[in-house]
């Protein structure tokens, strides 16, 4: 069965600075990665996907992530963080189909320090 | 373009009682996948709907269940409720299902009492 460990439970960032989200995955057929983003009282909201090819995928808000199959790591990463970027962030991964849905890991909580 | 509507969006029930929580999809996709999120757990598939039938199912008790119509639309029951099953309910959809990325809906956030 494939998991999620997202590392940091809670990352603090000063407005401006790079915002590093880690993410490690365990899988044994390759895997198809994804990074949501969840506000308060919302649903969750897809930032970026990585299926195949390209290993750098960009996504939504300036946020981008490496597949990085030695290291099973799908990182995310922002340049410059905004205060509008506090939020719950969630790794996860689907293969084999899908048979079983997306698994996530625990998430992590950005703030965003002014 | 709607996105994933669920409804209700909140509600509050009483242990013993069976709850139905309803989803309705994005025009045009024919997946439709639940979750429950909890503090405790994260968050964790419950199954999964193609073309009115169930493809894959979590590790959940049967009191789960599920249904799609042939619109897409899909509903959730949760029968013989039970504390532990206050959570907030999402609800997400596909154009296919495993690897077009899902689209979630804000939730329905049920409190058993």
């Known amino acids: 069965a494939q998991s999620v460990t997202q590392l940091g439970s809670h990352v603090s960032v000063s407005e401006g600075a790079l915002v590093l989200l880690r993410c490690n995955y365990s899988?044994?057929?390759?895997?198809?990665l994804f990074w949501y983003v969840q506000y308060p009282n919302q649903g969750l909201q897809l930032l970026l996907k990585y299926t195949t090819g390209a290993t750098l995928v960009k996504g939504i808000n300036g946020f981008e992530a490496e597949f990085k199959k030695s290291e099973t790591s799908f990182h995310l990463t922002k340049p410059s963080a905004h205060m509008s970027d506090a939020a719950e962030y969630f790794c996860?991964?689907?293969?084999?189909?899908?048979?079983?849905?997306?698994?996530f890991g625990k998430g992590t909580h950005l703030i965003i320090q002014p | 373009k709607a996105g994933v509507t669920q409804t209700p969006r909140y509600l509050i029930k009483t242990r013993g009682q069976q709850v139905t929580l309803s989803c309705s999809p994005i025009?045009?996709?024919?997946?439709v996948s639940w979750y429950q999120q909890t503090p405790g757990q994260g968050l964790q598939f419950l199954f999964e709907?193609?073309?009115?039938?169930?493809?894959n199912k979590g590790n959940f008790p049967g009191r789960f269940s599920g249904r799609q119509f042939s619109n897409s639309r899909s509903e959730m029951n949760v029968s013989t409720l039970e504390l532990g099953d206050s959570a907030l309910y999402l609800c997400?959809?596909?154009?296919?299902?495993?690897?077009?990325?899902?689209?979630f809906g804000s939730g329905t956030r049920l409190t058993v009492v």
């Open positions: 997400a959809s596909s154009l296919s299902m495993g690897y077009y990325g899902y689209t």
């Open positions: 899988s044994s057929v390759p895997p198809y």
């Open positions: 709907y193609f073309s009115e039938t169930q493809r």
């Open positions: 025009s045009g996709h024919r997946s």
């Open positions: 996860a991964v689907s293969v084999g189909g899908g048979a079983d849905g997306l698994t």
